[in-house]
């Protein structure tokens, strides 16, 4: 299955040059390479301008409302194992209103993937501060909130224990591929944080100033050490790549089993759970 065989007929309605439009091209670029069906994938949302993206995915789609789209997918999840499930959305749906829910799919680690559109804004509402809006931001164009530091939600999912955080960009394709493609088969909550502009809210530039300040984690780099996935993501600038990732030994560890024995994934321990009938 190509990955336009895996998008709806209907037309995004997003800002021409909207950095949303290339997380769609990524996903469905992503679940194509991994032969994942229609008929198997649900692609849950709240509310927002990314929120909008199920629409556009042939799947089992639910555009819930704003910020619960963890909780409705985590249920969805539960009562439908072999179902890959892909949770999207935008800073201020998941970081604000939502955010609640976060720390908690991630301490259940349920085998969902939660995509974050972060454009630093609330589109959909026309342009008001967000909780990842930078102080420079607030402060040269008079946004809400100017004294108030934003969040930093990668160190935050770390600190939630999440055992998967990867971070890419919307305007770089095959890294996005990539990265969603990892977080689609980890075995447990994974989390992609994605820097997409606005082109309508953000400065004409915003963009390229976020890839500006980004750079790709160096081949080197040991994405199993949790101390330095803190260390990279509290420098100021944007790591981009899979900034960690639990062993798959801890993972079965935890499951009760060995990642090379009988280990069956979260979600399937589930299955083996539900009733048969
Ligand atoms: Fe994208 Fe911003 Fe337009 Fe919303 S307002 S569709 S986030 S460019």
Redesign the pocket.
């Known amino acids: 299955m190509k990955p336009k065989d895996l998008r709806t007929e209907l037309l995004p ?3 021409t ?4 439009f290339g997380v769609l091209k990524g996903l469905t670029q992503a679940l194509s390479d991994l032969e994942i069906a229609p008929e198997k994938l649900a692609v849950i949302s709240g509310i927002g ?2 929120s909008r993206l199920p629409g556009y995915v042939k799947a089992y789609s639910f555009n819930t409302i704003h910020g619960r789209a963890l909780p409705i997918a985590s249920g969805l999840k539960t009562a439908r194992p072999e179902l890959t499930t892909v949770v999207v959305g ?1 800073d201020g749906d998941g970081f604000s209103i939502g955010l609640g829910h976060l720390p908690h799919a991630i301490r259940r680690d349920i085998n969902l993937t939660y995509i974050v559109m972060d ?1 630093g ?1 609330y ?2 509402t026309k342009g008001q501060a967000s909780p990842t809006t930078e102080l420079e931001s607030k402060r040269t164009r008079g946004l809400a909130g100017g004294d108030e530091q934003p969040l930093n939600p990668v160190l935050l999912v770390l600190s939630a224990g999440c055992g998967f955080v990867a971070r890419t960009h919307a305007g770089n394709m095959p890294h996005m591929r990539e990265m969603m493609k990892q977080a689609i088969e980890y075995p447990g909550f994974s989390f992609v944080h994605v820097l ?7 400065p004409r530039n915003y963009s390229d100033q976020l890839l500006q300040r980004s750079y790709e984690l160096p081949a080197e780099y040991d994405k199993s050490d949790l101390g330095a996935a803190i260390t990279a993501v509290r420098d100021g600038r944007f790591a981009l790549g899979v900034i960690y990732k639990r062993p798959l030994e801890e993972v079965a560890a935890t499951a009760g089993a060995t990642a090379d024995e009988d280990w069956t994934p979260p979600d399937a321990v589930l299955k083996q759970d539900l009733p048969t009938e």
């Open positions: 309605v997003w800002c040059g909207c950095g949303d301008c990314s935008g454009n804004i589109g959909l997409a502009g606005c082109v309508t809210y953000q």
